[in-house]
């Protein structure tokens, strides 16, 4: 059974800066690539990032790039996003997803989701 | 970048209806068009890949079709549990990007 788990969102304080995890399992972790996807409360769905499987290639949108980092390590099933200069709108629940195939841009097992809240 | 507009942004519907959403790209993305449901505070689920590709599981009332750059999601026959919030979400180049989401509730 696929099962994705985000872990360490929490509280911090504007200009700070947090670690996501996600651990994966039940599948070749190393033959998919892998996705965040934030969702600020009561909004829609943002795509924020993408990582290769190999780690080599990675993508950013627009609102994130400069100051979040996405990576993995594939020899322990995880998928990370570095998170600094971290800003109020920054504010949401965070989720990895895996993508449906090893060619595919659509994503079918997604993670429970962390909360991320970016307050003083 | 390729942004993406849904309509309607919400719909009231009755069990047994037909719910048709619409999802329109500002370029052409070919196929690389997917579908997913969200009940609240839930992760999305994935229901149509490649435009009108039914994941397993998903039941057949859902169905995806395309023309040119407009995408729509059908339910034929909408049942109690597909209240949700319904993402279309472009894979067909960087940035990737979701849909503003149609809010299907109860009329």
């Known amino acids: 059974e696929v099962q994705l788990l985000e872990s360490g969102g929490g509280l911090v304080q504007p200009g700070g800066s947090l670690r996501l995890s996600c651990a994966a399992s039940g599948f070749t972790f190393s033959t998919y690539a892998m996705t965040w996807v934030r969702q600020a409360p009561g909004k829609g769905l943002e795509w924020v990032s993408t990582?290769?499987?190999?780690?080599?290639?990675?993508y950013y949108a627009d609102s994130v790039k400069g100051h979040f980092t996405v990576s993995r390590d594939n020899s322990k099933n995880t998928l990370y996003l570095q998170m600094n200069s971290l800003r109020a709108e920054d504010t949401a629940i965070y989720f990895c997803a895996k993508a449906y195939t090893t060619s595919s841009r659509a994503f079918d097992y997604w993670g429970q989701g962390t909360l991320v809240t970016v307050s003083s | 970048d390729i942004q993406m507009t849904q309509s309607p942004s919400s719909v009231s519907a009755s069990v047994g209806d037909r719910v048709t959403i619409t999802c329109r790209a500002t370029?052409?993305?070919?196929?690389?068009l997917a579908w997913y449901q969200q009940k609240p505070g839930k992760a999305p689920k994935l229901l149509i890949s490649?435009?009108?590709s039914l994941q397993s599981g998903v039941p057949s009332r859902f169905s995806g079709s395309a023309s040119g750059t407009d995408f729509t999601l059908t339910i034929s026959s909408l049942q109690p549990e597909d209240f949700a919030t319904y993402y279309c979400?472009?894979?067909?180049?960087?940035?990737?990007?979701f849909g503003p989401g149609t809010k299907v509730d109860v009329k």
């Open positions: 490649a435009a009108s």
């Open positions: 990582i290769s499987t190999s780690g080599s290639t990675t």
């Open positions: 370029q052409a993305i070919s196929s690389w």
């Open positions: 979400q472009q894979g067909n180049s960087f940035p990737f990007a």
